[in-house]
C-alpha cells in the first residue's frame, strides 16, 4: 500500500504565470481525491507534476515515504489515464492493454492474467482483437482504464477521462470507474471540471482557484458548507444566490425585509448572503423568514422549475432571488412569497469572501 503526499508544491513558468503557488494535499491508500476547478486553476499541473511529466519549481512529492520528486516516470510506478485516450492505433486492443507490461518484461502467462482480469472486469472480452478505431469512444476509455490496471501501481492518475464521451455515455462510464476504483485501494488523483464527476466519484475533493486549494474536505461539506464564496459559487448548479446586502444593526436588508444576521462578534455595514435555489421554499405558514417579489423568468427544467424573484423593494434588477421547485408546485405568476430556511443560509466576508460563521467557530475553538 502507498500513501501520496505532496507538501508546498509550486510550478512557475514565469514571474507572471505560476499555474501552482503553494499546495499541499495527502492522499490515502484507499481514498479518490478529485481535483476541481475552472480552467486554469492549476489541476492539470498537479497531476502532470505528481507523474513526473513536469518537475516541480519548489515541494516534495512522496509515495508511500519515498521521494519521488525527481524521479522519471517510469520509475514512480503510477499509471494515468490521458483526456485523449492515447492508444496506439495500430495495435489491438490486448496489446494496447498489454503494452506497459512488456515494456517491464513482465513474464508472458502473468501479462495474459492480468490482461484478461482487465478486460472481464470492464467488459472487453469480446473486442480483445478489435484495433481503436474500431471501437466507440466509450470502449477505447475503457481499454485506457483497463491498460492502467493492468500495471498494479501505487497511485493512480486521471486527467479529465470523460471529458471527451456524450452525456449518457459519460453517466455510464462514470458508474463503471467508481465500482473499479472502490476495489483498487490505492490513492486515486482524479481531474475534472465537472462537479457532478467530483461529487459523485470521490471521497474527498479539493476545490482549485489560481493555483491555490480553496477547500479540501468530503463532497458534502463541499456542498453543504462551502469555505469561501468561490467555492459557493463554482460548485452547484443552479448556482447558490450570492447578494451582497447592507446591514442595520443587527440584520441584514434583502429589499424590504430584514434577515437576521448570525452571532458574529461584529456588525458589519455589508455582508454577502448565500442560499442555494433548491432551499428557497414557497412559504407556508410555519415559515417565520419570508420575503415578496415578482417573478419575473420561469425555465422548465424537466422536474423542477427554476424561477427568478425580483424582491419586492428592491431597485429595477438589484436584487433577484433564484429558486428551484418541484413541477407540481403552483404560484402567484403575479406575486409570490418565498420562505428563507436558517439552517441553509450562508454568510460570507465582503472583504476577504471567507464563510463567517465558521471563521467564527475557529476563532473560538470551535
Same mark, same amino acid.
Given at each position: ?16 504565470v505560476?499555474p501552482v503557488?503553494?499546495?499541499s494535499?495527502?492522499?490515502e ?9 475552472p ?10 507534476? =505528481?507523474?513526473? $511529466?513536469? *518537475?516541480?519549481? &519548489?515541494?516534495?512529492i512522496?509515495?508511500?515515504?519515498? %521521494?519521488? +520528486? ?8 503510477i499509471?494515468?489515464v ?8 495500430h ?5 494496447n492493454?498489454?503494452s ?8 508472458t ?7 484478461a ?12 482483437n ?12 475503457r ?20 471529458s ?6 459519460r453517466?455510464?462510464v462514470?458508474?463503471? =470507474?467508481?465500482? $473499479?476504483? *472502490?476495489e483498487? &485501494? ?7 471540471? %465537472?462537479? +457532478? ?11 482549485l ?9 468530503a463532497p458534502s461539506?463541499?456542498y453543504?458548507?462551502p469555505?469561501?464564496l468561490?467555492?459557493a459559487g463554482f460548485?452547484?448548479?443552479?448556482q447558490m ?13 434583502l ?8 452571532d ?5 455595514s455589508?455582508?454577502?448572503f448565500g ?20 417573478v419575473?423568468?420561469?425555465?422548465n427544467l ?9 424582491v &419586492? ?12 421547485l418541484p413541477?407540481?408546485?403552483s ?8 420562505a428563507?430556511p ?13 464563510d ?11
Amino acid at each position: 500500500m502507498a500513501k501520496l503526499e505532496i507538501r508546498n508544491l509550486n510550478k512557475t513558468y514565469t514571474p507572471k504565470v505560476i499555474p501552482v503557488k503553494d499546495v499541499s494535499l495527502t492522499v490515502e491508500d484507499d481514498e479518490f481525491l478529485t481535483l476541481l476547478g475552472p480552467s486554469g486553476c492549476g489541476k492539470s499541473t498537479i497531476l502532470r507534476l =505528481i507523474a513526473g $511529466l513536469e *518537475a516541480p519549481t &519548489r515541494g516534495r512529492i512522496t509515495i508511500g515515504n519515498r %521521494d519521488v +520528486t525527481n524521479l522519471p516516470p517510469g520509475d514512480r510506478n503510477i499509471a494515468m489515464v490521458f483526456q485523449s485516450y492515447a492508444l496506439y492505433p495500430h495495435m489491438t486492443v490486448y496489446d494496447n492493454i498489454a503494452s506497459g507490461l512488456k515494456l517491464k518484461k513482465t513474464p508472458t502467462e502473468e501479462i495474459k492474467g492480468r490482461v484478461a482480469e482487465a478486460a472481464r472486469s470492464l467488459g472487453l472480452e469480446e473486442l480483445m482483437n478489435r484495433k481503436p478505431g474500431q471501437m466507440s469512444g466509450g470502449q477505447r476509455q475503457r481499454v485506457a482504464l483497463a491498460r492502467a490496471l493492468v500495471r498494479n501501481p501505487d497511485v493512480f492518475l486521471l486527467d479529465e477521462p470523460l471529458s471527451n464521451l456524450d452525456a449518457l455515455l459519460r453517466e455510464k462510464v462514470r458508474a463503471e =470507474i467508481k465500482q $473499479l476504483f *472502490a476495489e483498487q &485501494r490505492v490513492p486515486v488523483v482524479y481531474v475534472t471540471h %465537472d462537479q +457532478t464527476e467530483a461529487m459523485t466519484l470521490s471521497t474527498k475533493v479539493a476545490v482549485l482557484n489560481k493555483g491555490l486549494v480553496q477547500q479540501l474536505d468530503a463532497p458534502s461539506r463541499i456542498y453543504n458548507n462551502p469555505a469561501n464564496l468561490f467555492v459557493a459559487g463554482f460548485v452547484g448548479s443552479p448556482q447558490m444566490n450570492l447578494l451582497t446586502l447592507n446591514c442595520q444593526g443587527r440584520y441584514a436588508m434583502l429589499g424590504d425585509f430584514r434577515v437576521h444576521l448570525p452571532d458574529i462578534p461584529t456588525s458589519p455595514s455589508q455582508i454577502v448572503f448565500g442560499i442555494r435555489p433548491e432551499n428557497v421554499r414557497v412559504a407556508a405558514a410555519e415559515y417565520p423568514h419570508t420575503i415578496k417579489g415578482r417573478v419575473i423568468l420561469t425555465e422548465n427544467l424537466g422536474m423542477n422549475y427554476l424561477i427568478s424573484v425580483r424582491v &419586492r423593494g428592491s431597485q429595477a434588477d438589484s436584487i433577484i432571488l433564484r429558486a428551484l421547485l418541484p413541477t407540481d408546485q403552483s404560484w402567484n405568476e403575479e406575486e409570490i412569497t418565498l420562505a428563507l430556511p436558517p439552517q441553509f443560509i450562508h454568510w460570507f466576508d465582503v472583504q476577504t469572501g471567507d464563510d463567517i460563521v465558521s471563521r467564527q467557530k475557529l476563532a473560538v475553538g470551535g
